[in-house]
């Protein structure tokens, strides 16, 4: 027996799934999926089976010629979810599995027309990364196994069905509509995904379009338009795109993250339109991966860093080419700043801070953090530093290209750099970097002139002319680095100056908030409330609620929030929210 991964079952030495052929039923009223799905196997195999699955129900499983297997549902474990054992007959070339999801799936929210921008049908959702793909289909959710697939999914006429994948056919039948997809590259699970509702689409370029509900596409188009610009930097960098098209879906407000790198359609929050193209850096990240996380893949959680650390590299090599090395190193500052609060926080938790880690029986999902992004980020800075541009660029063409379509650990990338750049890893301790906590004494600090701008300020408070030309980012940056707790007078005097409370701009207004909830000023309260049942990205509820949940004063405030809006939120953020309450409990 071999488990590679310690969140899957997927033994290694059994047969490895290589295409997944799908269908499904998309149920509103039920909020279920009913599906079946016939995994092939890379080659034809014979004995024990061990698949993913989280709260499915399994009505049967079958062989070759529809031959009924025996199998057995194990009783579900915490993180992994509930095993599927199937015996295989002789030289099985692939299985059958019918089967309901549940309600509750980890990976799927269903919306009322209520919580949609149009109001007036539902949509649902899936968000499969790190090891949700399970509870949508029974498969082996674990990154090392790649697969093709084909799907057909059947939903009420009046709604579209989009999947991460090729648009095959749409075909009406009724109240009914069947649309057909497929995805002809080989994928990690996690990259599987489906979006359902009221949708439309708008034109952005010869290779990409955002989908949106009707009621924001033209507010997409606009902050989006300059997609086909970051797709040609991108190859510059990496190479040819090699995922044919780059779309992108805006999707309703409870999307947990900012963006989901799916596969030729990318999940974006609507926190992004903020109506003057500051935030689109999300935008270059989720197509950055897909030369970094959906070619080159990490082969499980304990290997992560590979996936965001290099996508942040290249997204801000892209934010450089297309805005200057000012924006970028403005951001990397940043990430700099929100990276030592981080690993402030895990005090407690020192091996949450490395960079190749140990997740068996943690949750991907608690021990998610900027750790992998930003500490990866500043190594592979640190290891272009060392070599040199003209020697990295070259380097990290070779890397995407050795490794494409494979799921790689930490080790292997080690074994080609040693190879490629000889010496250079131990030059820069690289022991360090990915196997001990905190940040190591080596570590670039990230320059721009507007950074050093707003560091002369010291504890001074911007002036109102200085304070009108800044940047969503550098107003991030000026209120993350005030420290806690802040002066109610001078909180009083930013609000009136700059109005902080009123701003649109996610990015400023939780900053803003977080730094006056930590401050004990509660003239923000309202504000704060009404946020948190009007977003669902993680990004921006953590750290509010954090806030809340550590003051005496708050905590019942944060409470009656959660409880409130909780229904709203997609199951994942639900998850690492109860967790934060918890945590912080009197
Ligand atoms: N792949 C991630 C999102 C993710 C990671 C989902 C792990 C589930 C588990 C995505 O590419 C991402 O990093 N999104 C960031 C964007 C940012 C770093 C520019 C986000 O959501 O904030
Ligand atoms: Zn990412």
């Known amino acids: 027996m071999a488990r590679l991964d310690p969140h899957s079952y997927n033994d290694s030495t059994q047969p490895q799934i290589s295409h997944l052929a799908w ?20 080659a034809p195999g014979t004995g024990p089976l061990d698949l993913d699955t989280r709260d499915l129900v399994i009505e049967g499983v079958f062989g070759d010629g529809g031959k009924p297997l025996q199998h057995e549902l194990f009783k579900p474990e915490p993180i992994l979810g509930s095993r599927l054992h199937v015996e295989l007959p002789a030289n099985t070339k692939a299985v059958t599995i019918t089967y309901a999801t549940s309600p509750e799936a980890s990976a799927l ?9 149009g109001g007036k049908h539902p949509f649902l959702f899936s968000q499969c990364q790190a090891i949700h793909a399970r509870s949508v289909v029974p498969l082996q959710d674990s990154p090392r196994v790649r697969i093709r697939y084909t799907a057909e999914l059947t939903v009420p006429a009046e709604l579209r069905a989009l999947m991460a994948a090729s648009f095959v056919s749409r075909n009406v039948n009724g109240a009914w509509a069947m649309e057909r997809y497929e995805m002809p590259q080989a994928i990690p699970p996690y990259l599987l995904a489906l979006a359902v509702g009221q949708l439309a689409s708008k034109d ?22 300059e997609v086909d610009s970051m797709l040609t930097s991108a190859e510059k960098l990496l190479g040819p795109y090699r995922w044919d098209r780059f779309d992108l879906l805006t999707m309703p407000q409870s999307f947990p993250y900012g963006g989901m790198e799916n596969p030729r359609l990318t999940f974006v929050t609507p926190t992004l339109l903020a109506g003057d193209r500051s935030l ?18 990490n082969a499980n959680a304990d290997h992560f860093w590979l996936n965001e650390g290099w996508t942040v590299f290249a997204e801000r090599r892209i934010q450089e080419a297309l805005e200057g090395a000012e924006v970028a190193g403005l951001h990397a500052a940043l990430g700099r700043r929100q990276l030592e609060k981080t690993i402030e926080g895990f005090v407690d938790r020192p091996e949450l801070t490395l960079l190749r880690t140990h997740y068996e029986g943690i949750d991907p999902d608690d021990a998610y953090s900027l750790v992998p992004y930003e500490k990866g980020y500043l190594f592979l800075r640190t290891l272009e530093e060392s070599v040199g541009k003209k020697a990295f660029d070259p380097f990290l063409r070779k890397y995407v290209d050795a490794f494409a379509f494979q799921s790689i650990t930490t080790e292997q990338f080690i074994d080609f ?7 250079a890893l131990k030059k820069i301790n690289s022991q360090a970097w990915l196997h001990e906590p905190g940040l190591p004494g080596n570590a670039p600090a990230p320059r721009s002139v507007r950074l050093e701008e707003l560091q002369k300020l010291g504890a001074r408070l911007p002036e109102e002319a200085q304070g009108k030309k800044w940047t969503p980012a550098e107003w991030s940056l000026c209120l993350e680095s005030m ?9 009083e005097k930013l609000d009136a100056r700059f109005k902080l409370t009123g701003r649109g701009n996610y990015e400023v207004l939780i900053s803003w908030l977080a730094l006056a909830v930590e401050s004990g ?7 704060v409330e009404q946020v948190l049942g009007e977003v669902g990205r993680m990004k921006y509820l953590k750290p509010l609620y954090t806030a809340l949940a550590k003051s005496e004063s708050t905590r019942a405030l944060a409470r009656r929030c959660f409880d409130k809006y909780r229904d709203g939120y997609h199951p994942i953020a639900r998850g ?8 912080n409990a009197a």
Not at 280 to 297: R, Y
């Open 23 to 42: 269908r499904a039923k998309v149920d509103f009223s039920s909020r279920t999926l009913k599906g079946e799905a016939t995994l092939t196997f890379a």
């Open 109 to 117: 929210q269903w919306l009322t027309p209520a919580q949609t921008s």
């Open 204 to 225: 952005l370029g010869p290779r990409s379009r955002v989908w949106a509900e009707p009621a924001v596409l033209e507010k997409a188009a606009w902050e989006f338009a």
């Open 280 to 297: 689109v850096n999300v935008v270059a990240h989720e197509l950055a991966h897909s030369w970094t996380g959906n070619l080159v893949t």
């Open 417 to 423: 750099v040693e190879k490629e750049l000889p010496g």
């Open 483 to 491: 420290p806690r707790p802040a002066k109610a007078a001078d909180l």
């Open 521 to 527: 000023y509660q003239p923000v309260l309202g504000r």
């Open 576 to 583: 690492g929210l109860e967790a934060i309450l918890k945590k």
